[in-house]
Structure formats: C-alpha cells, structure tokens
C-alpha cells in the first residue's frame, strides 16, 4: 500500500507520515514548505517539494508514485489570514484538493483521507458537544466554507467515480511540532510566551471554548481511516470543553511559571464555543481519544521546553 501525504512537513502530518511508515506503508509526501519543515518529515519517506497547486507538478509525482491512498492535509491552515484573503485560501484549499483528484483519478486512487475540521464546519452549534447531524452547517470563516465544499467534493467523487473517503473533522489539535496559526495556536502562544518569560494576552474575558485533541491521537485516527472501508464524516475531539483562562492555568502549571496572564480586547467574531461529539468514531472507526489534556500538555510544554535548550 502507497500512501501520498500532502503536509507531510507541517505539524499533524508529519505525524501521520511517521506512524504509516511505522506500520510499513511506503510513504510520499508533498509539501511546498511553506509553513512546514523539512526536517519534520521522517527520513523513510519519499520527499516532493511541491505545491498542490501546480497541475504539471502533481501529475508527475502521480505518475511515478501511483498512490493508492491521499492523505491530504496541506492548507491554509489560518481562519484570520482566510478572512483577509478568502482567494488564497480558495485556491489553496479548493482548487489544491481539486487538482489531487482530478490527478488522482486518473492515476487510480482508492481512497482519500482529508483533514477537515470540526472546530469550524459547524459555526455556533446551538447543540455541544456537536455531533456530525447537527444542522445547519454555518461555517463563520472562508476557511470553514472551504472545509465544508472540500467535503461536497469528496462525495461528489465518491458518487461519480466510487472513491471512498473519509473526512476527519478534527476539534483543537495540540501537541509536538504545532504551530502558533493553527486551530489550537493558543497552546503554542501560551508555552512560548510562559518558557520565553513573557507576559501572555488572553483574548476578551477567555471564557470562549474549545475541545483540545492530542496529535497522538488524531495520527489514530488516520491509521483507522486508512484501513477502515467506511465513508462519510467523522468528528475526532474529545467531547470536553475547555475555556482559554483553563488552558493559560494548565501550562502555567506545566511551564511552573509565575506569570500572571493579561487580558486583551476580545477579538471581533471570534467563535464562543465548540466541542464535538465523537461517538459515531467510536462506532464506526473504533476511535476514542487517549490522551487526557494535563499529559498531553506536559507533553507539549516538555517539547518547546527542549527546542528552547
Ligand atoms: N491544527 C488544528 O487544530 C487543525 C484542526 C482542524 C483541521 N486541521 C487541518 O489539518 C491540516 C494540517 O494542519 P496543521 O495544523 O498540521 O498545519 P501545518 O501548517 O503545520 O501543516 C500544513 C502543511 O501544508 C503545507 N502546505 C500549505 N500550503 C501548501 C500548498 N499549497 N502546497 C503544498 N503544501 C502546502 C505546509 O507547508 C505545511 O507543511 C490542515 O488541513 C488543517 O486545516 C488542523
């Protein structure tokens, strides 16, 4: 089995690529570094500078490599940057996961994992935590609409040329390797400031919540979808909410920092809650969460702590 990963230099694919080549899954990743590392991705994976963008390019590691399964995880990773320009991020979320399958049709792939997004798809869910059935999807961001039309792509796929899919809806994800613009940036924000001696800003009051899921956790689930014939959309979060204020206390506690936080003015349409429902991965995937959010802070904090030494 030969999976392509694409973000196999960012932070949960690099991840991924590691525990596929663990299992003994030959591994190519695509990535155009732009927010990636290359000394992120494992050294038993094949390596393409390239973006997801450029039809030539693509076509051409698909003709070498012949993947049978997408694992695509490359994006504009940002909600802010998507609402100062919603064209970049189209084109990067859309038109990139377009051009993989169209390519990727015609090479023969057999399944395609996406990395969407449960923190966003669902908008101000009147139901939390939310589960996948909760309607209407109001997404409040041009990175949550094209998270959400990437979705109405796969089952157009599916029903037009019978590529199964599997779109895992994650909540927060933390842990190693994150960045500070992702969907759970704060916990990045917070343990650098805190190691850093910095006085970290927390955003209006900090009673706005999130449902924090570990990169460990969320590499399960791919390895699942990978061998799973399932199709549809999974949400993969811990079903637990956790405010901005208990998160700032938790790595403080993890940092043994004495920094007292600062507020700041609350940022203008931010999200005040989101938490999902996970249970139809436990059913369908046999997916649950493992790693409770102290340790898989400890974790974290322990990783940026080393990268300061
Ligand atoms: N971090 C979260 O909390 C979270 C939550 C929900 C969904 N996701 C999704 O998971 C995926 C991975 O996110 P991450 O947090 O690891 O971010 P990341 O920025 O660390 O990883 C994204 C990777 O994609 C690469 N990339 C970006 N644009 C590209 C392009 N045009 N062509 C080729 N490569 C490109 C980047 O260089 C990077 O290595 C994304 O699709 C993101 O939307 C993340």
Redesign the pocket.
Known sequence: MKILV?????????HIVDAFIAKGYEVCV????????RD?VNKNAVFYE?????RKAIEKIFQREKPDIID??????SVRNSVDDPINDA???LL?LLNLLETGRKTGIKKVI???????VYGEAKKVPTPESYKPLQPLSP?GVS?LASEYYLHFYHKTYGIPFVA???????GP???P?????VVAIFSLKLLYGQVPVINGDGRQTRDY?YVAD?VKANVLAAKKSVVGAFNIGTGKETDVVKIYEKIRKSTDSQIVAKHGPAKDGEQKRSCLDASMADEKLGWEPQVDLSKGLDLTVAYFKNLRQ
Do not use: M, P, W
């Open positions: 694409t973000g196999g230099a960012g932070f949960i694919a690099s695509v990535d155009n570094l732009s927010t990636g590392h992120f390239a973006d997801i963008r450029d695509h995880h490359a994006a504009q990773i084109q990067v979320n990139g996406f990395a969407s997004s449960g923190g966003v990175y998270k895992l809806r994650y909540s927060n994800v933390y390797r994150q960045n613009h992702g969907e759970a940036g899921v969320v």
